[in-house]
């Protein structure tokens, strides 16, 4: 498999062989050393001279379940850190399809372009017709124009409008551009750059076939049969997906309530996974609560949510939105969510992003926790790109520095994701720490059966996970197929052997995961991040129920990455 | 890079990975190596269970001169062995940037279709209206459907009628699809599958990048420097291309002459390579004696060959055809040998076996010797299918044992191209034992500055020339700069290690290049082709002028490859 750079200044697509030194790289591990190689830690991430990356996974593109997932990467205007962010949907797919392990986009362009990929050919088209469209407006004039059977990867106004809150959204098996590259302004970069939309021109979806397929098939079926035998993976996610991690957290004491002010929120049932799986089944119609977001996936943990009257409304809603767009703003009615939700997918903005930013809106008077529709309005303020939208899209943290207020539920300027880190040690640590600034997926310790609240072993805990992390993400793996996936070593590594005809051990995994951390922190630490903390609120105000503060103090996680 | 299956049955063209096992082969080595793990050496050619390979060399696609020849290999219905037919031209360097190493095309479908390679993905479409149209006309068609810069590989009429005469043509710099993958009837293999021709629908062409781009250009530099401080590459080759090769062979008395008749034509001056150039000159217009078959090629050793106003006639015009359809058949008239050229040229036949049918069917009574016009007439005969016509496309074998004559120029049932093998031993030992049957370009000793007629070293000779010319075959390398290449081994394993990211060494590819010989001759040895022989009449009748016989026994050659 090769990579395709585009220069959208030149206004070429260009195949090329991959060099070797990436070989053993996917999704993750491969985005960010190829933004570390090619990126000078110190240019504008919103100029010509950052590179975003699209990036598959180790094992993607096959018929092995939740193992494409799509890496996306560059230089964050959000963080001004390196950053990746991976998504489910079929671009990953498509990229395999095209024989590309990754797409280099550099330079800018000033109008409107897509690029077109086809089975072999790729080429740059200007689209003015597409500026500032929605996400789903876009879907609809590319499918017009290239047919139903098309995938992409697009960003909506607010990429366009280079808002560092803005994603990237990826088509799902339904064919709906919903699945978010969300976090750290990727979608602003692919703005900044012209690019509104990468297109993949394909009749159908065509399974990759491996180096080894025979030794691969067998062991994907191993590992289904894994999957099909754990409650988690056959039972629960397929039934209640990620949204029923909202009781949990709720019962740990550590969902983001009004503004990170409260730990618990009296209306968590209202918003919870049951209640979604009750809301989705009674109106029936579109909606169902079990949904593969990409194909070939047997977890299938999304779900599409129907209107009163069973028409599609919007998908996929998930545990983190519902956390920092419901409870987070003191939200209790998941329609109100699902359409701020819808909105953020139309305009292409990170639903956490926005949720913490509209927390910091009720300090700054522009909103009252629970007032739904007030919410709403204020996305389309953001949708609309106004003045006060402006302000918004840029995210929790400018917003917060634009009303001069210094309590901000941000690290490295990203917003802090449904986790309070007083309550979830084991996640604070993660956000302290991960190169990727407060970001859950780099490191969630919630799924462990442990003591959330105490101090003890969380480090330990974190840095372990942020390696598996790297590992998982690498692979193009979903996280609810991680543990599986880790418990049985050696069909994993069977797994990737006979996908790339070469040996694999699981120490080659842990330590390409580390090496490639490290180039993430060495990034950092020239692009001048260089602190491993949390905003100094956790450390001073208890948070209810339990009323625990963040306990670590900085020295602690100094060192995190030096040993 | 991938392969591409396509399943002519189903009408599917899928992407894979290339199996680990193919990563260190290309050109030759990979066709033939896929064609042996792929296809029972006891199946029908023309049947659906062949599979006809594409495949680029290790070094093609690039800047380097002269390395992207294409290797088409499959089952020949010709000689019931292995087949690998490379051909200059622009195809290997549009799989490159398609990112494919090859394609396979397996299956058999009733009618007529295209491969579509481009943008709108990698596609079996249905082309009625292409049947059975010269190859001028078939790229006229899909120049209108597809655009001006496409380029292709297509067949005749020859190769839909499934005659074991027939070639596959590719595209050249003008994108006129005149160079010839000619032997062994692949075009025929093509045609049993119903693929009409395979097109590549890209704006432009682009040079493939390959791994470590840096090394490789200063490497490239280095082997262009040598290729034009070389009298040969830099001044004989780009004024008189191969056709000059005439006078040589004519010298040393090994010039079939009517029938193998004779080793000297009294006409040769006319059909040589001064006169060639002489008469392009003289011309002017659209001719030219300097013209490069593939993008980058520093040497330019083809030609264009106008008709007497100037304006195009046929292209390329080259020394084996030159001595098959003119000295072998007594004709000594450039425009009639320019005519018969490119009669094959459009019907999609190879002239080589062509010249020596004709030359069966001046002793079956059909045709003089020196009858130009008569010649003319039973290539048309062939290009229309008629009853006469589907006897001489069989080739000579087959058209010989028609007219019940038993004196047959071909091994392993494959016509003799332009060198008898009495006076020029070294190429009648390659003859007798190349996998490929009757094959000058499988191990040509006409360039050693040795004694021709004598047998003394020639075993030796042709056993190393047949290695070095598998490495070349699979590298993607022109004949032209194999000497080049090969002198300068250190340069040419640097120019490998750049493109590939891995380490090469010569032994490795001497190796290569032997496993896959031997790969070669044990698919033979499994499909009955086991003679390592010349027809007897060689051994019989002595050669004029020098009155040579082949002096070698079966003995000498029996165990060739065995050692």
């Known amino acids: 498999m090769d990579f395709l750079l585009v220069n959208m200044t030149d206004k070429t697509a260009k195949r ?72 489910g949907g079929d671009t990953a797919f498509r990229l395999n399809q095209a024989g590309l392990r990754a797409i280099l986009v550099e330079g800018m362009a000033e109008d409107t372009y897509v690029l077109e990929i086809g089975l072999s050919g790729s080429k740059l088209v200007p689209m003015p017709e597409l500026k500032l469209l929605n996400v789903s407006d876009t879907m609809s004039a590319l499918r017009k124009k290239y047919g139903k059977h098309i995938s992409a990867a697009v960003i909506g106004s607010a990429g366009e409008r280079k808002m560092p809150a803005a994603g990237i959204a990826h088509t799902d098996t339904d064919g709906r551009a919903t699945r978010y590259s969300a976090r750290g302004g990727l979608g602003a970069v692919m703005g900044s750059k012209g690019l509104k939309a990468i297109v993949f021109i394909f009749d159908r979806l065509r399974f990759w076939e491996v180096s080894d ?11 289904h049969n894994n999957l099909l035998s754990d409650p988690g993976t056959a039972e629960r996610r397929p039934k209640y997906g990620t949204a029923v991690t909202l009781e949990l957290v709720n019962e740990v004491g550590g969902l983001p309530t009004r503004n990170f002010r409260e730990g618990q929120f009296e209306k968590a049932e209202n918003i919870g996974g049951y209640r979604l799986y009750d809301i989705i089944v009674s109106r029936g119609g579109e909606g169902t609560p079990t949904h593969a977001c990409m194909p070939g996936c047997v977890v299938r943990c999304s779900n599409r949510y129907p209107k009163e009257d069973g028409s599609f409304l919007v998908s996929p809603i998930e545990y983190e939105t519902n956390a920092m767009v419901g409870s987070n703003l003191g939200i209790g009615d998941f329609d109100e969510i699902a359409e701020i939700t819808r909105l953020c997918n139309e305009y292409g903005l990170d639903t956490i ?56 539920p941000a690290v490295k300027k990203q917003a802090i994701p449904a986790y309070d880190p007083r309550a979830i040690k084991g996640n604070g640590v993660t956000y302290a720490t991960s190169p990727m600034g407060a970001d859950h997926t780099a490191g969630n310790t919630i799924g462990h059966n442990i003591d959330h609240l105490s101090k003890e072993g969380k480090i330990e805990l974190s840095k372990k996970l942020q390696v598996y992390n790297m590992i998982n993400d690498s692979l193009g793996a979903c996280a609810f197929v991680q543990g599986i996936l880790f418990k049985d070593k050696d069909l994993l590594t069977e797994m990737l052997s006979s996908y790339q005809g070469r ?22 630490d020239e692009a001048g991040l260089i602190e491993n903390d949390l905003p100094e609120f956790f450390s001073k105000e208890p948070l209810p129920p339990h009323n625990v503060v963040w306990d670590f103090d900085k020295e602690e996680l100094a060192d995190f990455w030096s040993e």
């Open 16 to 87: 090329m062989m991959l060099p070797k030194k990436y070989e053993k790289l996917g999704g993750r591990s491969l985005s960010s050393t190829l933004v570390a190689d090619r990126v000078d830690p110190l240019i504008d991430a919103l100029g010509p001279l950052n590179t975003l990356v699209f990036a598959t996974g180790l094992l993607s593109g096959t018929i092995g379940s939740s193992l494409s997932r799509i890496s996306v990467g560059a230089k964050s205007p959000l963080t001004g850190g390196i950053k990746e962010a991976n998504a």
């Open 213 to 223: 397929q025979e030794t691969y098939k067998k062991a994907v079926k191993k590992y």
């Open 353 to 408: 992003e926005v949720g913490v930013t509209l927390g910091i809106t009720v300090e700054a008077g522009l909103l009252s926790f629970g007032d739904g529709k007030k919410a709403i309005d204020l996305v389309h303020e953001i949708g609309k790109g106004s003045e006060l939208g402006k302000v918004l899209g840029q995210g929790a943290y400018y917003t917060a520095k634009h009303y001069g207020i210094e309590r901000i």
């Open 503 to 524: 040996e694999w051990s699981w120490e080659e995994l842990k330590e390409m995961a580390y090496r490639s951390l490290v180039k993430e922190v060495r990034f950092n």
